[in-house]
């Protein structure tokens, strides 16, 4: 039997019942990963002791132990997630020999879950980026066309999970980075609401924005890990207070609004796919209308202007005294040495910082940042008012189909464009998921459901409800 | 307008070492980045009040170093348990 196909729910029972065990499953996955990884890229490192702990694992069952929710279920997780004692790159030369001395609140709770950390995936370095082309370990491949990038900065993380390399995934999104891999690679990605899950041990890049995020190839597998990773944490002061369970239930009579900006601003292709799937949830008894959300045209540049800021500032630690990469003090004025050292970030972290010490820089602070600030409470008061009309509001995650590797990467501010329908989410601090929608061109086209904040039940039962109706193919052949 | 000498006082301020090339090409993208977030200029904004962070101090855990097991520091450049700089002057 392929091991490494199954489901989480699959994989959870199927150790615990010893029809198969962990270290079977584990090692299917490592054969797995050796053989697509030329292929796709999806891996910065993977675990050499994934095997030792699902050994660790099966004798616990054996010996009739009590193991948690996820006991041996195979995660990746993106290598801007401190893992203690395994390497945590950001992708980037500035961070390439850091290993952490602890575990992010995240892992922790998936170790303490049973979960197995099968490897590091590949990102944009310091996750600045939309196609994962921006990693110093080379561009992850859509497993679907592997000419084409899989989305980012998420994309390991997400390509990880539709090549079957491992079950689920743990990625961040600050302004899409969870889901818009997620709809290029036809696989289910959440951002949850701001304060929802801990950044404790996240990397930070801009933090008033970001939040981690589960992958999973249904929505079940993403509630699982969810279930597991959610809840307020003392080491993350933004972090909700409470433990939220969540469920799949058969939910009808959602009312949903279709966002028109976000239809109108899309390829046909990628349109036709959005109004297939509006059809497909008025089939299953929701109530679906089009609706406006007017200030979405100002949402791109408030996102860039405070994420660039917030990134000038978070990214201002990198000095290569604490951590770094091998370049001696000796010899260097103190200010010649550090810019020296911060000459090795990479081409779109470089650029990042400059917007965004130009953006809060003297007298251009009320032009830019003070405004995006503004911008971000009108669309949450307009979203606000949409949400006493509807349980969610969908559209396409992104406006786009997945395209080719290279073809953006000379033109940032088209390559800034395409996250226009993620970024809304992220300003708002509200939940949103993408879920596959079907294919164009025999590309993934993924279907973006939001809800007002702290209602992810809410989306998961639409999320859920569509899913089960779409039936749409989760992996490809490799 | 952003001129090539605004970039690298930028990026002198942020401590990065451009090339020339950088310069050249950076100042270009930046110029064409800063015209599209000229589009907040266009919003009447005058009565809508920028988004604040709600938690109080109060809410925060107390201010107690938890430290780490092992080594928290990645460098090799280190002197008599301190860790080495450059010089200052």
Known sequence: ?478 | MVTKEEVKRLSWLARIELSEGELERYTLQIEEIVKYLDVLDTIPLEHVKPVVAKKKYADLRPDESSGFEGNALGTKYRKDGYVKGPRMV
């Open chain 1, 1 to 478: 039997m392929a091991l490494y196909t199954l489901d989480l729910g699959q994989v959870a029972a199927g150790i615990k019942s010893r029809e198969f065990s962990a270290e079977e499953y584990i090692y299917q996955l490592l054969e797995r990963i050796e053989k697509v990884e030329l292929k796709v890229n999806a891996f910065v490192s993977v675990n050499k002791e994934a095997l030792d702990k699902a050994r660790v694992i099966d004798k616990k069952i054996r010996d009739g132990e009590q193991v948690g929710a996820l006991a041996g279920v195979a995660v990746s997780i993106k290598d801007n997630i401190c893992t203690k004692g395994i390497k945590t790159t950001c992708a980037s030369k500035m961070l390439e020999t850091f290993v952490p001395p602890y575990d992010a609140t995240v892992v922790k709770r998936l170790y303490d879950a049973g979960a197995i950390v099968i490897g590091k995936t590949n990102l944009d370095e310091f996750a600045m980026g939309s196609t994962t082309e921006f990693s110093r370990h080379g561009t992850t491949r859509n497993p679907w066309d592997i000419n084409m990038v899989p989305g980012g900065s998420s994309g390991g993380s997400a390509a990880s999970v539709a090549a079957l390399e491992c079950t689920v995934s743990l990625g961040s999104d600050t302004g899409g980075s969870v889901r818009c891999p997620a709809s290029f690679c036809s696989a289910v990605g959440l951002k949850p609401t701001y304060g929802l899950i801990s950044r404790y041990g996240l990397v930070s890049y801009a933090n008033s924005l970001e939040q981690i995020g589960p992958f999973g190839r249904t929505v079940s597998d993403v509630v699982s890990v969810l279930n597991a990773i959610a809840g307020a944490d003392e080491n993350d002061h933004t972090t909700a207070e409470g433990k939220p369970m969540y469920s799949l239930r058969e939910r009808k009579g959602l009312r949903v609004g279709l966002v028109r900006e976000f239809i109108e601003g899309a390829e046909p292709t990628v349109a036709k796919v959005v109004h297939k799937a509006v059809d497909t949830l008025a089939r299953e008894g929701c109530r679906c209308e089009e609706t406006s959300l007017a200030s979405v045209q100002y949402a791109l540049a408030s996102y860039y202007t405070i994420a660039t800021a917030e990134a000038s500032s978070n990214l201002a630690r990198y000095d290569n005294i604490r951590y770094g990469f091998d370049l001696s003090p000796e010899g260097y004025e103190w200010n010649s040495y550090f810019a020296r050292v911060r000459s090795n970030f990479g081409e779109e972290v470089k650029r990042r910082v400059i917007v965004g010490s130009y953006v809060l820089s003297s007298g251009y602070y009320g032009k830019y940042y003070l405004k995006a600030q503004q911008v971000r409470s009108l669309l949450k008061r307009e979203l606000k008012t949409l949400f006493e009309k509807y349980d969610v509001l969908i559209g396409p995650t992104m406006p786009i189909l997945p395209f080719k590797i290279g073809e953006k990467i000379d033109d940032p501010l088209k390559m800034y464009l395409v996250d226009i329908d993620t970024v809304v989410a992220n300003l708002a601090g509200m939940p949103a998921v993408s879920v596959p929608a079907g294919f164009a061109d025999g590309l993934p086209v993924g279907l973006q459901i939001m809800a007002d904040e702290f209602q992810e039940q809410t989306m998961l039962d639409a999320a859920y409800l569509f899913e089960q109706a779409a039936k749409v193919q989760r992996s490809p052949e490799l």
